[in-house]
Nanobody, 124 residues
Framework: QVQLVEFGGGLVQTGGSLRLSCAAS????????MGWFRQAPGKEREFVAA????????AYADSVKGRFTISRDNAKNAVYLQMNSLKPEDTAVYYC?????????????????WGQGTQVTVSS
C-alpha cells in the first residue's frame, strides 16, 4: 500500500509555470507506475501524464504535450509534474495516482491509490 500527498499548486498567470510534487510513503514506491490526472469543476477526472515504474516510458494528454513534463525520483519516493506555458483551461484540482504495475496507464480506473489533490488556478 502507498499513501500519496500532492503539493505545489497555486495561482499563476497565463503563460506561467508551476511544479507539482507528489510524495509517496512506503518502501515500494519504485514498484508503482505513476500518473497525474486533473478534475475541473463540473467535469470528470481526466488524464494528464503518466510514467512507468522505471521511467522507461511516459505518456501525455494531447492538451498538455510539449508544455508539461512528468518525472520521478525513486530514491526520494516522489513524482513531479513540471507545467509550463499554463493556460486558463489548465485550471483544475490535480491528483497523483499510483498503479501497482511497471506499465503506465492513461485510465484513472487503473490506479488504486490517490492523493487528496492540489488546486491549480491559471488566471487570464
Amino acid at each position: 500500500q502507498v499513501q500519496l500527498v500532492e503539493f505545489g499548486g497555486g495561482l499563476v498567470q497565463t503563460g506561467g509555470s508551476l511544479r507539482l510534487s507528489c510524495a509517496a510513503s512506503g518502501r515500494t514506491f519504485s514498484s508503482y507506475a505513476m500518473g497525474w490526472f486533473r478534475q475541473a469543476p463540473g467535469k470528470e477526472r481526466e488524464f494528464v501524464a503518466a510514467i512507468a515504474r522505471g521511467s522507461s516510458s511516459t505518456a501525455y494528454a494531447d492538451s498538455v504535450k510539449g508544455r508539461f513534463t512528468i518525472s520521478r525520483d525513486n530514491a526520494k519516493n516522489a513524482v513531479y509534474l513540471q507545467m509550463n506555458s499554463l493556460k486558463p483551461e489548465d485550471t483544475a484540482v490535480y491528483y497523483c495516482g499510483a498503479r501497482g504495475s511497471e506499465v503506465l496507464s492513461i485510465h484513472n480506473f487503473a490506479y488504486a491509490y490517490w492523493g487528496q489533490g492540489t488546486q491549480v488556478t491559471v488566471s487570464s
